[in-house]
């Protein structure tokens, strides 16, 4: 008997081989079916590895598959019925396959086994049926895309394009295209064993799909010379008019999305064959100033929308127009990857033909996120600093968090720690962190530390990162009380836990365990005066500020070890921290009465500073005088906008929350330059879009108006306001059971007239500062 295996939904090309797997490359998969009636649903499971775009009828359906990494891989789970008709309809999917060899895009994981996955289930009103990729499908090599890097330093994302139009591709999506000279695609066998592995172990995606939602350019900042052509043909362009350049002509002008954003662009083209395009994507216009020592000009970044003084400077798509579009069936280009920019450069320069735009717009994309939190006060700069700190946390949130849209899209912990709170308080959402919480726990290596940037096809530590880590858990635990949850993170707890332990030094704090490049990196803030973001220690000798972040973590963890029953190891950790607290103390205390970056050095931070307030290191009495002596120091290293959530935490602690008028100085910068997101530094702004800038979103609902987890899971609610040198707050603060009202005023004796409206059944215990 003639046992066929069944299929495992899984298809490549045929006309794959090694030599495919040296650049990053895209296939193109297409299945045409007929349909006698309209399905009542059409479930499709689709995956791939590396990434793919899927189409039912030329309309784009889903993107995927969610980040995974070598043990679980994703796949998305849609209902194709709404997009397809009786009669003939087309399932089609573009696949960017990454190679094994080499980082590319770091957060993409990739396997060697590249592929295409698809199972799924039609229901008709008569029957059912079952549909899967198999050799059915049509396969084709895409020779017309290459994917490029645009900094040959450092370059985490590899997504940038060097495209060509091919007439023969004409339509490929949709019923009709005559896809004879496609080869068949290659069933792939089930991967047995290695169903234990990616990608044959898979798993739901754990989030929503991104949503995606089309808009257009709000205006042309600038018509470049010598041949830019009339600004009103621009306008014409953006409104969806179209704009034609003459033969032999080129015509330039930069674009305006209104705000920085993240998205699909989308261009449709008629006529030019031979045009080529170039798309500069930028978050700001920048300032070209020369290094005269280095004899080479620096971008500097002022007013983000100076295009009169400012160039765009940023990462770009080339494209060459093959001619094949039509009245109706134009010619399309959409980048494969999702752009991220507020400004967009479009050179065209036509051939021997004119060349028409006909259309330039672009599908936003995002997690969807509901940010039900509405909250102000006295400060008149709040609503302006809030609407963009909301926005950079929106454009931070894809698959994973990201520490920006523009450069990396890597999940790192210290970032993601502070946006997923941020979260939390605008949306009492943790369906992405449940997700990080387990994408890092799967990276812990064998010494303990996790890869301080995850997923992320490749090594990367910053020992202090695996501590905000524990921080993350933590917090869960406090807003949504999943004992499981913490249970499963107890063994990556005690793996951290035990690396700082080991590396206890004979002066009985932390001794020097990563540098500013090598093994491990030692970052703590990107303060300008420190070398890569690590305070300057005495050759190898050790960083106090790890020893802070290990003490504050041992705290925390017994926390967590007591929530789960596990009092003994809570007993331990505590005995732990009483012993570095001592420690910190005898070796860590300079002359100036305040906390060394180091043992013996007479170099101080704010951060230090700060760090003995949180852990109690320095007795109640000190605070304040410390914390006082750490904002008007006028030689201590100051936090800059990535360490500022817990320079504050330790102003509110110390009961000197109203020295924070000062310290939104840079956000008030920010609004004032026009940026419409939370930049990365104050003093090396790189990144325009950097999440954990995004400080507002905490201090308003959870410091200002009080509103925080008075017991794990919520179980109560804390409402304890902290005015500092405000007059007045109001919001209303969601939370995982509904939402809670608050406002307070200050009355003419200084105290507080607060008011509070919260869910029937919603115990809440209010607490004057």
């Known amino acids: ?233 621009w306008e014409r362009l953006i409104a969806g008019g179209g704009l034609t350049v003459p033969a032999g002509a080129v015509r330039t002008a930069e674009l305006d999305a209104g705000e920085l954003t993240t998205g699909y662009l989308m261009l449709s083209l008629r006529g030019g064959a031979g045009a080529k395009l170039r798309i500069e994507c930028a978050e700001s216009y920048v300032i070209m100033v020369e290094n005269k020592e280095l004899h080479f000009s620096m971008p500097v970044k002022g007013d983000r929308t100076d295009h009169v003084n400012g160039v765009i400077s940023g990462y770009a798509d080339d494209y060459a127009v093959s001619g094949c579009g039509t009245e109706g069936a134009e010619e399309y280009y959409e980048p494969f990857w999702f752009r991220t920019f507020r400004f967009v450069r479009l050179e065209i320069t036509a051939g021997e033909e004119p060349v028409t735009v006909s259309d330039l717009k672009y599908r936003e994309t995002g997690y969807p996120l509901d940010a039900a939190t509405r909250a102000e006060a006295s400060d008149p700069d709040f609503g302006a600093i809030w609407d963009i700190s909301l926005r950079t946390l929106r454009r931070c949130m894809h698959e994973t968090y990201e520490d920006c849209p523009f450069y990396e899209q890597l999940q790192y912990a210290m970032d993601t720690r502070s946006q997923i709170l941020y979260t939390y308080a605008v949306a009492a959402d943790d369906r992405m962190a449940r997700r990080t919480i387990d994408d890092f726990r799967r990276s812990q290596r064998p010494d303990g530390l996790i890869n301080c940037s995850y997923p992320c096809y490749g090594p990367n530590v910053i020992p202090g990162f695996s501590l905000y880590y524990i921080l993350m858990i933590h917090d869960h635990m406090m807003y949504f009380g999943d004992r499981e949850l913490v249970k499963r993170c107890l063994p990556a707890v005690d793996g951290i836990l035990g690396f700082f332990d080991r590396n206890i030094g004979e002066n009985g704090i932390v001794r020097r365990i990563g540098e500013s490049s090598g093994k491990y990196w030692s970052f703590i803030d990107w303060v300008p005066q420190w070398g890569r973001g690590m305070p300057n220690a005495d050759g190898d000798g050790p960083v106090t500020m790890e020893s802070f972040l290990y003490l504050y973590a041992l705290q925390h963890a017994a926390e967590l070890s007591d929530f789960c029953g596990r009092h003994d190891t809570a007993a331990e950790y505590l005995e732990r921290a009483d012993r570095l607290k001592k420690a910190l103390r005898s070796c860590c205390v300079g002359r100036k009465g305040l906390y060394t ?95 954990w800038g995004a400080l507002l979103l905490y201090e308003l609902p959870s410091v200002i108006l009080g509103v925080r987890p008075a017991r794990p899971g919520y179980a109560a609610v804390l409402v304890a306001p902290t005015p500092g040198y405000l007059d007045r707050a109001a919001g209303s603060v969601r939370i995982p059971a509904g939402m809670i009202d608050v406002s307070w005023e200050r009355g003419e004796n200084g105290r507080l007239k607060l008011g509070v409206k919260a869910p029937e059944g919603v115990e809440i215990i209010t607490k004057e500062r």
């Open 597 to 691: 970056d180091a043992p013996g050095r007479e170099l101080y931070s704010q951060h230090c500073q700060a760090f003995a307030v949180l852990t109690g290191t320095a007795e109640e009495s000190e605070y304040a005088e410390l914390m006082e002596k750490a904002l008007d120091g006028g030689d201590l290293a100051k936090c800059t906008v990535a360490f500022s959530f817990y320079l504050f935490r330790a102003l509110e602690k110390a009961g000197m929350y109203e020295r924070t008028r000062e310290l939104w100085a840079p956000w008030r910068e920010m609004v004032k330059n026009h940026l419409t997101t939370c930049m990365e530094s104050n003093d090396n702004p790189r990144s325009d879009c950097h999440a």
């Open 1 to 233: 008997m003639d046992h066929k295996p069944a299929p495992t939904g899984w298809i490549w090309s045929g006309e794959w081989d090694a030599g495919c797997d040296r650049q990053p490359r895209i296939v193109r998969f297409r299945r045409e079916l007929e349909l006698d009636k309209a399905p009542l649903s059409f479930t499709a499971d689709v995956s791939a590895d590396s990434r793919y775009k899927l189409y039912v009828n030329g309309t784009p359906v889903s993107v995927g598959p969610c980040k995974g990494d070598g043990m679980i891989w994703y796949y998305e789970t849609v209902d194709l019925a709404a997009f397809l008709a009786p009669g003939k309809n087309v399932i089609a999917a573009e696949v960017l396959r990454y190679p094994v060899i080499g980082m590319y895009n770091h957060s993409v994981w990739r396997t060697q086994t590249p592929g295409f996955y698809l199972k799924g289930e039609a229901v008709l009103p008569d029957r059912r049926e079952a549909f899967f990729a198999d050799a059915e499908w049509r396969c084709l090599i895409d020779e017309t895309t290459a994917f490029r890097t645009e900094n040959n330093w450092f370059d985490p994302l590899y997504i940038n394009e060097s495209a060509a139009g091919d007439g023969r591709l004409q339509g490929w999506k949709k019923a009709g295209y005559d896809d004879g000279a496609w080869p068949a695609a290659r069933p792939l066998g089930d991967f047995g064993d290695s169903n234990a592995v990616s990608p044959g172990n898979l798993h739901r995606r754990p989030i929503p799909p991104m949503y995606e939602k089309e808009r257009r350019f709000e205006s042309v900042t600038a018509v470049r010379a010598p041949e830019g052509g009339a600004a009103e043909e």
